[in-house]
Every structure is written in structure tokens, then in C-alpha cells.
């Protein structure tokens, strides 16, 4: 078994890295946006006082990143998870190798952590304004229940998504855009439940830099449960087969480790 991990870690490190790296960058555009929305001294705060429109900006402004993340040259390499929940679902769907899919979440995790203390460190003391506070998701004022069931449902609704899109012979390569425009829609609409996390990495970033600890089991346990029912319905449905890989955008050159049909589906295509 050890010996099969350090197998996977030597052939497969540039991978890991990219989940780590990549996470890491959705955290600094994250800390970065939230200051320049929400930091009292900013003038775009000043010149937006409503903050619905606010939140429908910052929604814009991380689902363009999402969406340059996954379409980027390491995206396309590691399949552009960044998420330990997605992640989960496709180790639960076969695609991936028990050791990818602990490094994976490993480098997610710890990604998400120094990505949020990079900014930090680049933006002094204004990421720990509380009106920023370092980007932390926590439950809304209806309290920590619906917040369960915000980021569940939004977690099953994204993971749904992907499956039937990343799948489709003739939407496959869309399937980026398609993630990123619900992160922009979750963080407009969702956000004043839960905060809108949706990804266990993401919120441990924030909370460990930030001291702030405040329901963490909700964006621990609700983003993985709400994905593998999505993976779990979705099989059921349409048969384990129908899932042919774990890349978020697979028409490129770059090398796949994972349990790949891809070809499958292109080949279906024609």
C-alpha cells in the first residue's frame, strides 16, 4: 500500500500541486474582491452601498475565476477539482485511484490554507476588517439548519450539473462555464444563508487563517454528502458507465490520470 502511494506521488506530483495551487489562487482572488467590496475604506464599497448588488459582483467576479481556473493550461491538467467534495464523488464514481484522491484532497486542503494566508500577508490588515474577515462562510441569521440545507442543496444542484454536462458529447467541453456561472449564481443568492462555501478547502482556508471555527461541520459534512447524492442519483439514473471521467474540461493535449472513457464519449459524438 505505501508502496502504491509514493508510486502515485512520484508520477503524479505536478497534478497535485495544480490542485493546491489552484485552490490557492481561488482563495487570494477571494480575499482580494471581498476587500475591494466590503472593506469600509474602499471607494467601490462607498460607491455601492447596496449589498445585493455588491454580492451579485463578488458572484461575478469568483465564477470568472472559476471559470479561468478550470480553462487554464493546469486546470486542464488536473482536472480542475479544488474542491475535496468533487473530488470524493469521482473517487465514488470509480474515476480515481484511492492514493490520487487522498493527495488530492491533501493539496486542496492545504492549498486553500496558504492561498489565504498569501493574501493576508499581501493585504496587511484589511482581509481582518470584520466587515471582510478574511472571507470566512458562516451561517446566516436563519441559523446553522438552513445553512445545512442551503449548502446542501447548492452542492447537489453543482454536482448534478457537471455530471450531466461533462458528460454529454456535445456540451463536455462547456462544462467550465456551466460550474462557473453557479458559483456566481450560489454566491448571489445562497451566500446570506450559509455564506456560500461549497467546498470544505475553502472554508478551512478562511477559518484557520481568521481564528474562526463557527459551525465548520456544516462545510465539512453538508458540501460531500449533497455532491455524492448528486453522484449516487445521477448512477442510478444513467449507470456507472455513463460517467466517462473526473476532468472538468478534457478537450485538450494534457495528459489524464485518472480512470478515463473520454474517448468514449468523443467518439459518440461524431
Known sequence: MQSGFGAALRAHWPEYLIEGAGIGAFMLSALGFCVLLEHPASPLRAALPD?????????LAMGATAISLVYSRFGQRSGAHFNPAFTLSFFRLGKLAPADALFYAGFQLAGAVLGTALGALLLGMLPAHPAVNYAITVPGPAGTA???AGELAISFLQMTAVLAISNHPRLARYTGIAAGCLVATWISVEAPISGMSMNPARTLGSALVA????????????????????????????????????????????????????????????
Open 51 to 59: 449589498p445585493a448588488l455588491r454580492r451579485v459582483l463578488m458572484g
Open 146 to 148: 438552513l445553512a445545512f
Open 211 to 270: 481564528g474562526d471555527f463557527r459551525a465548520l461541520w456544516i462545510y465539512f459534512s453538508a458540501p460531500p454528502l449533497g455532491m455524492l447524492a448528486a453522484a449516487q442519483v445521477y448512477t442510478a439514473l444513467r449507470g456507472a458507465r455513463a460517467v466517462h471521467c473526473a476532468k472538468l474540461h478534457h478537450a485538450n493535449d494534457q495528459r489524464c490520470i485518472f480512470r478515463c472513457r473520454y474517448h468514449e464519449l468523443v467518439s459518440g459524438a461524431r
